[in-house]
């Protein structure tokens, strides 16, 4: 896409692509040559890092879905993702040196809970063997799915200092998660929160979504009144999006002007119960105050992915395995992981090489879609130019009454934040829009 924001509103609304990181990761492609881990982070700050690990599985695949994970693994693929795992540990921690350090880190998927107990600690002991800072207090998130919870699984997670637990709850009304391609029955879930809320995690994250073919304003809100009954520190309201290769592929789904009706009033009733506006999905109960660990800014610091599907962050170089979505190609992605040698996990050969241009589109739009938004001071201590410098057409959000400026800071307005998933295909490089467009999913 590209041309003037107000002409990609006109054409597709407000809701075109979800954009959380940049590039994308249909973006990535085999690397001309592979690059050695300990080259590409040699030069990097390595003090204020997060640390990733992906679990590729679940017990189900919803039809929304599009991640990198399979569903009934069988025979000792688990195990021998684990054993790969720990073998990638050890050689990404040698790459990175003793000095490096992590400011925080989560365990994401798939659905790390579809894991055993016992595979849970393995995973933990992996992490703590390997990694300085991973035993610390340190903000640390994991993900769950309803039919995977049990209190002795929640237990371990909560002694092992997990600060933060995210469950993809979607909708407690019967019909719309039969239509989501979800299951597991409401009394499911709602006995996955009152597990939750009995362990007293920190921070109880809950995700919804919003679009649902069928769905009314009125079953909206009783899911939105439901989930508040387990007081959750955070809330994410996802806008339905139907992708390639998954379940709802095909079929019918409101429109972008019907969603845009749905997230307003899940907004506005969210900001009267007592949350804050983090971002077009986040939402933060106003008394919760986020685990202090070391500073750490999305911007600016690295991240190290582990496992197939994860991805990694150096300021110049993003990379990963490589991506599928269909059953097929994620088992085949998954199995050359577990093949893998010391010899290939101490190397980078798939990904996007981002140069200055493109590094400044990152940092830019992961200060734009927030609501905090864009400190052009800190931009420019960083790059040595303003914004509005680098980016001039930063101006049509002020004239179109998307955004206000304050002391150098560009910050989206109710209206813009609303629209803010625009904002991805209209800043992204016309080299990163190319190779999205001629990426084969499988």
């Excluded at 073919?213 to 959750?232: C, I, N, Y």
């Excluded at 520190?233 to 998954?246: A, D, G, I, K, S």
């Excluded at 290939?344 to 798939?350: G, I, N, P, T, V």
């Excluded at 052009?376 to 201590?381: E, L, Q, R, T």
Aim: with cysteine; net charge neutral.
């Amino acid at each position: 896409m590209s041309g003037t924001l107000r002409a990609l509103l006109k054409a597709g609304g407000a809701f075109q692509s979800y954009a959380y990181a940049y590039p994308h990761k249909t973006a990535y492609r085999r690397l001309a040559k592979p690059r050695s881990l300990a080259e590409v982070w040699e030069r990097e700050d390595k003090q204020s890092l997060f640390l990733y690990a992906h679990v590729p599985f679940c017990e189900m695949r919803c039809g929304f879905c599009n991640l990198f994970t399979t569903t009934h693994p069988g025979g000792d693929l688990v195990r021998q993702y684990l054993d790969a795992l720990a073998v990638q540990a050890e050689v990404v921690a040698a790459s990175l040196g003793e000095s490096a350090r992590m400011a925080r880190w989560a365990i994401g998927g798939g659905t790390p809970t579809f894991l055993s107990l016992a595979e849970l600690q393995r995973l933990f002991e992996i992490l703590r063997s390997f990694f300085r800072g991973a035993t610390d207090h340190l903000p640390r998130a994991i993900e769950a799915s309803p039919a995977t919870v049990d209190a002795a699984k929640l237990e371990f997670l909560r002694e092992q200092g997990v600060t933060r637990m995210s469950l993809g709850v979607q909708s407690l009304i019967p019909a719309e998660l039969r239509t989501l391609g979800r299951s597991q029955p409401v009394g499911e879930l709602q006995r996955a929160l009152e597990l939750l809320s009995a362990v007293g995690f920190p921070c109880l994250n809950l995700d919804l979504i919003y679009g649902i073919p069928g769905q009314t304003l009125a079953s909206w809100r009783q899911s939105l009144v439901g989930v508040l009954e387990f007081s959750p520190q955070e809330l994410y309201l996802y806008p339905l999006y139907v992708r390639p290769l998954t379940q709802l592929d095909g079929k019918a789904w409101q429109s972008p002007d019907e969603r845009l009706v749905f997230y307003r009033a899940g907004r506005d009733y969210l900001l009267a119960q007592g949350y804050r506006q983090i971002s077009l999905r986040l939402f933060r109960r106003d008394s919760y105050a986020a685990p202090e660990g070391p500073i750490y800014c999305c911007q600016e610091d690295g991240l190290v992915g582990l496992g197939a599907g994860a991805r990694s962050y150096t300021a110049a170089l993003h990379y990963s395995t490589e991506f599928a979505v269909g059953r097929s190609g994620i088992l085949e992605v998954i199995r050359d992981f577990n093949q893998r040698g010391r010899a290939d996990f101490a190397q980078a050969d798939y990904g996007f090489e981002l140069d200055l241009s493109e590094q400044k589109r990152r940092y830019l739009l992961k200060s734009l879609l927030r609501a905090e938004g864009l400190d052009g001071p800190a931009y420019a201590a960083f790059f040595g130019r303003s914004p509005a410098a680098d980016f001039p057409q930063l101006q049509e959000l002020v004239d179109e009454q998307l955004a206000e400026e304050l002391d150098g800071c560009l910050r989206l307005n109710a209206r813009g934040l609303e629209v803010s998933d625009v904002l991805g295909p209209w800043l992204a490089s016309p080299v990163v829009r190319a190779k999205m467009a001629r990426f084969e999913l499988r």
